[in-house]
């Protein structure tokens, strides 16, 4: 190295060292001590011990519950995500066609994004109240009886994912980014080619923002591994009504993650809850590996 | 054309349509919160109470140590936004702008913890805090930040890409250490840049849930949503209050949403397209 290169070098090392000291200390060490009490028995209290890979046979062996809670994240994911991107193209699209007002339409759409989810999971709790919640007023006006919601196991998935879709709003934005750079061109030579609407949309808009629509695809996956705090919030203890018990009716909302926190935080089952993140790993890098495998349809533009 | 104006015609109905299903849970807190029990149990609601009650914001604000979790929050979400801006601009600096030797191999490292399940690590990351005897502080909540967030980092990189080289080159040559060029030409040229980071991280501190129902065990040191989700689910039917506690939580963001509203944007865009 010369002179110069060893003083990059040095500095860069220097400006990264916050980045450097907290991904070894919160990323890295965690990873390998993670993996550790995944083999391990482990309440806190007392040193881990070490019993093998008695977590991961119990866990996909003998838990009367984990197949109920993948099952639960992979209908949040297979339903949820599927129609929130079709929700939030539908008004990106809305919003692209040189409207007035746009700014304001943006704004109602958008706004509940913004909003703390702890207290969109109690607003939710309440407009979805299948008594004097303002979901059931609406479909009294329209002459149809309001499902239990959140008290109904049948309920109670599609009532997160229609709260859910209220917050839409960010994938909106990035969608309609993504419109906006669509080549207008593009659409201008369709048009006297005599395309339709369907045609025009089919073969230039979806081709054009396809790689919009894999990576909101792949965060809304991500995300729905993930998805915890509202489904914590509006079926765990939540009032009497609800049993006080976490996961629902009949344990109808007990996703993934909530399962895990529960076996970590609340009867402090370390070790287990560790092999649970692992074994909850492996399957979205899965499920991500089979949506790249599967990405034949994305079209990157070449780089201008 | 009358096809033309006709397909107007639907897509204003079908925005104004939406737009009314998307603002009628705001309308729905807010009537809810003006509402006396006895006005909030009655079928069909009414969608327009009158006489108004303001009483559930005071008692929102006695019942509820309301103003103890406020004072908690803002000190986490100040704290976690100075600790933001400071680490993800030093090491968006070092990732755009210094030529080092696996610079990159370091900046696709931090891209591929993202992908990472933060149920990994949250169980070794609480056996250190509480290692060092740390629970039920505030900081388990603000030192992770002051070590860099990857998407601000990735944020502010992208954006320091965006000024020319030349800039930083010409300092250089004329004998500038790296911390003048930082501190005196990037950060100033990125002003839009830095505001979308205090806006996300500050809006993220506020809204975050896990964290302090991981960590934080006192009442008196309970953030808003800890806070107020704790007290729902004791007094579950005081509709009336809560929703006036919901909207006394939700309406600082709001706020900030319309005085930054472009920043917001901005960094929804550049999270998703250039991502």
Redesign the interface.
């Known amino acids: 190295m010369t002179r110069q290169e060893r003083l990059h070098f040095k500095n860069g090392l220097l400006f990264a060292s916050p980045w450097i000291l907290g991904f070894c200390i919160f990323t890295l060490g965690p990873i390998v001590a993670s993996f550790y009490y995944s083999l391990c028995s482990y309440n806190v209290v007392r040193e881990p011990i070490f019993i093998g890979l008695e977590n991961y046979r119990i866990l996909l062996f003998e838990d009367p519950h984990f197949l109920k809670t993948l099952y639960n994240t992979l209908y949040m994911m297979v339903f949820g995500v599927p129609l929130s991107l079709v929700l939030a193209f539908s008004l990106a699209a809305l919003l692209n066609t040189d409207v007035r007002f746009l700014s304001f339409f943006r704004t109602v759409f958008y706004l509940p994004s913004v909003v703390p989810v702890v207290a969109v999971a109690i607003l939710w709790v309440w407009i979805l109240n299948p008594e004097y919640g303002c979901i059931n007023a609406l479909l009294a006006t329209l002459g149809v009886n309001s499902p239990g919601w959140l008290t109904d196991p049948a309920w109670s998935k599609p009532a997160l994912i229609l709260t859910n879709l209220w917050g839409v709003g960010n994938i909106m934005i990035i969608f309609l980014a993504g419109l906006q750079q669509v080549p207008q061109s593009l659409h201008e030579a369709a048009l006297v080619d005599g395309a339709n609407r369907l045609q025009r949309l089919w073969n230039i808009t979806l081709p054009c923002i396809s790689p919009v629509i894999f990576f909101n695809l792949i965060m809304g996956v991500i995300a729905s591994f993930q998805y915890f705090t509202q489904v914590y919030i509006m079926t765990t203890g939540i009032s009497p009504e609800y049993g006080g018990r976490a996961g629902g009716p009949e344990g109808s909302t007990l996703v993934y993650a909530l399962y895990l926190y529960q076996h970590a935080f609340q009867h402090f089952q370390m070790g287990y809850a560790s092999a649970m993140a692992w074994i909850l790993f492996l399957i979205s890098l899965a499920v991500i590996y089979v949506i790249l495998k599967t990405s034949g349809w994305v079209h990157y533009a070449e780089e201008r | 054309m009358p096809r033309k104006s006709n397909d107007?015609t639907w897509?204003?109905a079908?925005?104004f349509a939406?737009?009314f299903l998307?603002?009628?849970?705001?309308w729905?807190?807010v009537i809810?919160s003006l509402k006396t029990n006895h006005q909030?149990?009655?079928?069909?609601?009414d969608w327009f109470p009158w006489p108004i009650r303001w009483r559930n914001y005071l008692e929102a604000l006695t019942f509820i140590p309301f103003l103890r979790y406020l004072w908690n929050t803002l000190i986490i979400s100040a704290a976690n936004t100075l600790g933001n801006v400071?680490?993800a601009s030093?090491?968006a600096?070092?990732?755009s702008r210094?030529?080092?030797?696996g610079?990159d191999a370091?900046f696709y490292?931090?891209l591929a913890?993202m992908?990472?399940?933060?149920?990994?690590?949250?169980?070794?990351?609480?056996?250190?805090f509480?290692t060092l005897r740390l629970i039920d502080t505030f900081a388990p909540l603000i030192v992770?930040s002051?070590?860099?967030t990857s998407f601000f980092?990735f944020l502010l990189r992208q954006f320091f890409r965006g000024i020319p080289e030349a800039l930083s080159e010409a300092a250089r040559i004329d004998g500038c250490s790296?911390w003048q060029i930082?501190a005196r030409i990037m950060m100033p040229l990125s002003i839009t840049g830095l505001v979308t980071v205090v806006v996300f991280s500050f809006?993220w501190s506020?809204?975050d849930?896990?964290n302090p129902l991981?960590y934080l065990q006192s009442p008196e040191k309970f953030t808003?949503?800890?806070g107020?989700?704790q007290f729902?689910?004791s007094h579950?039917?005081e509709?009336g209050m809560?929703?006036a506690a919901?909207t006394l939580?939700?309406l600082p963001?709001?706020v900030?949403?319309f005085i930054a509203?472009r920043a917001?944007?901005r960094g929804?865009?550049t999270?998703?397209?250039k991502?």
């Open positions: 107007r897509i204003y079908a925005l939406g737009s998307f603002f009628l849970p705001f729905w807190m809810s909030i149990f009655t079928f069909p609601p400071l680490s030093l090491v600096y070092s990732f210094i030529p080092w030797r610079r370091c490292l931090m913890t992908l990472l399940p933060p149920q990994v690590t949250m169980i070794p990351v609480f056996v250190i509480r992770p002051f070590l860099g980092i790296e930082y809006l506020w809204v849930y896990l991981i808003l949503s800890l107020l989700q729902q689910s579950a039917l509709w809560l929703m919901s939580m939700v963001v709001v900030l949403f509203q917001f944007i929804i865009i999270g998703g397209l991502g």
